[in-house]
């Protein structure tokens, strides 16, 4: 899922902020730009003898790189695919099997309708830090057939999830071929986890990622290839829940409408609080709440798996029913209860004549910035800088959506937005840079490279979540 706009292209408008940033009662930390943590090895402005194998390994394989992310691209795999996000993951574990990982396809419950998760592992040096790898293979749009479109020595390619995220799979898989050249990824410790229903996740929530977060239980950092940027990387994204507002009023000839009979009605009531939300809520630094889809009437009708709904009446009649769905971001747990504690007190403050009530439904966890996720922002940005492409800063966690890294968060510190340039995702005609996946490959490897050969004890959390 990349809705950061243009594949994490920008900011979203918001300002980039140095230092402390106070969410309501609690405080987090957000440094971007900020001096990094030093770790000396990290931040080395040079390429050691094996980083530069590693590099020529990368560009020995572009050609191979390129035709590899057409063929997959040229897979059908919606989410709802399930034959062909399968078909994709059996592409994606013969490669892992290649270079010596252990791998197998996780199957959903019965009924969830989802393809699975292929999951790869590796053993390296003991008491290095353990490297989780997170991708996923589905799309939001089902293309007809084949979806590659390039021309002949065109930088930019388009296709059904070329960059989000078959790119971004491909950046990881070749990255870890490059090592794998290198000689270097015999000492790693990886475990990934390329999940089959990133787009449309199956509910459960904690059946469908039970995998993934079973793999982060054992591992000391996370590393997701969602559509990267040249200039930043993401340590922190809000997470996202979903809201039900029910408004009920009393059934009338429209003439007494507001009065100790009739009273206001279900819609008057509605909007009072959507209103409300919107006066009393709005403007909490990383805090939305977007009401979707409005339906009242008379006769009333909403699907919720479908988001959708009909009403009927007539304009001499008072409302008896009213129905929104929404949903909410926030940058921490702790703000997430906050706003739904306040959004119930709203909700109490009944217009004479009507009831409503307010239910939520858990989504995506916050990935809450840490002390942990900047050092690694920081070793990226280490790494960026020895291969000559320049600084990485933090992405505004505003300015993302959520992502499967996101479920790993609350054990383990992450990077995300390490995968392949491109605009338009979700779109048919998605373009991915070709010239960008050189070097988003480049910086993937050597990021796997130093973190994967630090003692784990130094990506471990002082204390547990």
Same mark, same amino acid.
């Given at each position: 899922?990349? +809705?950061?706009?243009?594949?994490?292209?920008?900011?979203?408008?918001?300002?980039?902020?140095?230092?402390?940033?106070?969410?309501?009662?609690?405080?987090?930390?957000?440094?971007?730009?900020?001096?990094?943590?030093?770790?000396?090895?990290?931040?080395?402005?040079?390429?050691?003898?094996?980083?530069?194998?590693? %590099?020529?390994?990368?560009?020995?394989?572009?050609? +191979?790189?390129?035709?590899?992310?057409?063929?997959?691209?040229?897979?059908?795999?919606?989410?709802?695919?399930?034959?062909?996000?399968?078909?994709?993951?059996?592409?994606?574990?013969?490669?892992?099997?290649?270079?010596?990982?252990?791998?197998?396809?996780?199957?959903?419950?019965?009924?969830?309708?989802?393809?699975?998760?292929?999951?790869?592992?590796?053993?390296?040096?003991?008491?290095?830090?353990?490297?989780?790898?997170?991708?996923?293979?589905?799309?939001?749009?089902?293309?007809?057939?084949?979806?590659?479109?390039?021309?002949?020595?065109?930088?930019?390619? %388009?296709?059904?999830?070329?960059?989000?995220?078959?790119?971004?799979?491909?950046?990881?898989?070749?990255?870890?071929?490059?090592?794998?050249?290198?000689?270097?990824?015999?000492?790693?410790?990886?475990?990934?986890?390329?999940?089959?229903?990133?787009?449309?996740?199956?509910?459960?929530? +904690?059946?469908?990622?039970?995998?993934?977060?079973?793999?982060?239980?054992?591992?000391?950092?996370?590393?997701?290839?969602?559509?990267?940027?040249?200039?930043?990387?993401?340590?922190?994204? %809000?997470?996202?829940?979903?809201?039900?507002?029910?408004?009920?009023?009393?059934?009338?000839?429209?003439?007494?409408?507001?009065?100790?009979?009739?009273?206001?009605?279900?819609?008057?009531?509605? =909007?009072?609080?959507?209103?409300?939300?919107?006066?009393?809520?709005?403007?909490?630094?990383?805090?939305?709440?977007?009401?979707?889809?409005?339906?009242?009437?008379?006769?009333?009708?909403?699907?919720?798996?479908?988001?959708?709904?009909?009403?009927?009446?007539?304009?001499?009649?008072?409302?008896?029913?009213?129905?929104?769905?929404?949903?909410?971001?926030?940058?921490?747990?702790?703000?997430?209860?906050? =706003?739904?504690?306040?959004?119930?007190?709203?909700?109490?403050?009944?217009?004479?004549?009507?009831?409503?009530?307010?239910?939520?439904?858990?989504?995506?966890?916050?990935?809450?910035?840490?002390?942990?996720?900047?050092?690694?922002?920081?070793?990226?940005?280490?790494?960026?800088?020895?291969?000559?492409?320049?600084?990485?800063?933090?992405?505004?966690?505003?300015? %993302?959506?959520?992502?499967?890294?996101?479920?790993?968060?609350?054990?383990?510190?992450?990077?995300?937005?390490?995968?392949?340039?491109?605009?338009?995702?979700? =779109?048919?005609?998605?373009?991915?840079?070709?010239?960008?996946?050189?070097?988003?490959?480049?910086?993937?490897?050597?990021?796997?490279?130093?973190?994967?050969?630090?003692?784990?004890?130094?990506?471990?959390?002082?204390?547990?979540?």
């Amino acid at each position: 899922m990349n +809705d950061v706009g243009q594949g994490d292209r920008g900011t979203g408008g918001r300002k980039r902020l140095r230092g402390f940033v106070r969410v309501g009662l609690s405080v987090v930390l957000f440094l971007s730009p900020c001096p990094p943590v030093p770790l000396s090895h990290v931040f080395a402005q040079s390429l050691t003898p094996t980083e530069q194998r590693i %590099r020529s390994a990368v560009a020995a394989q572009r050609e +191979d790189q390129l035709a590899y992310l057409e063929r997959v691209v040229n897979i059908p795999s919606s989410t709802l695919n399930l034959a062909g996000v399968r078909r994709v993951g059996e592409v994606f574990r013969a490669s892992f099997d290649s270079l010596g990982f252990t791998t197998r396809w996780v199957e959903m419950p019965a009924g969830m309708n989802r393809a699975g998760h292929l999951i790869a592992e590796r053993r390296g040096r003991p008491g290095a830090a353990r490297l989780l790898l997170i991708g996923h293979f589905d799309t939001v749009v089902e293309p007809a057939g084949a979806s590659w479109q390039r021309a002949a020595g065109d930088s930019i390619a %388009r296709g059904v999830g070329a960059g989000d995220m078959k790119g971004g799979d491909v950046v990881l898989l070749y990255a870890l071929r490059a090592l794998h050249a290198a000689g270097a990824l015999a000492n790693l410790t990886v475990t990934v986890v390329i999940t089959g229903d990133e787009e449309l996740p199956g509910r459960p929530l +904690d059946a469908a990622r039970a995998a993934l977060i079973e793999a982060a239980r054992t591992a000391d950092v996370a590393l997701a290839f969602e559509g990267g940027n040249r200039r930043s990387a993401t340590y922190a994204r %809000r997470g996202s829940s979903s809201w039900m507002l029910r408004a009920t009023g009393r059934q009338a000839h429209s003439a007494g409408v507001f009065g100790q009979g009739a009273g206001y009605g279900a819609v008057y009531e509605l =909007a009072r609080i959507l209103d409300a939300f919107r006066r009393e809520m709005a403007g909490e630094q990383y805090l939305t709440f977007n009401a979707a889809t409005v339906v009242g009437g008379t006769d009333v009708t909403y699907d919720t798996a479908q988001g959708a709904g009909t009403a009927a009446s007539k304009t001499n009649i008072v409302p008896q029913a009213a129905v929104a769905h929404g949903d909410l971001r926030f940058i921490s747990a702790e703000q997430l209860a906050r =706003a739904r504690q306040r959004m119930r007190d709203i909700v109490a403050q009944h217009l004479a004549g009507t009831s409503a009530d307010i239910t939520f439904e858990d989504g995506y966890p916050a990935m809450s910035p840490t002390p942990g996720g900047e050092r690694l922002l920081a070793a990226y940005d280490g790494v960026s800088r020895a291969l000559g492409y320049g600084p990485v800063q933090a992405l505004d966690p505003g300015a %993302r959506g959520a992502g499967d890294i996101s479920f790993v968060a609350p054990l383990i510190d992450g990077l995300d937005g390490l995968g392949a340039l491109g605009s338009r995702a979700h =779109a048919p005609d998605e373009a991915v840079n070709l010239t960008g996946i050189t070097m988003q490959t480049e910086r993937a490897a050597l990021l796997l490279l130093r973190l994967g050969t630090r003692p784990a004890s130094e990506f471990r959390r002082s204390a547990s979540p």
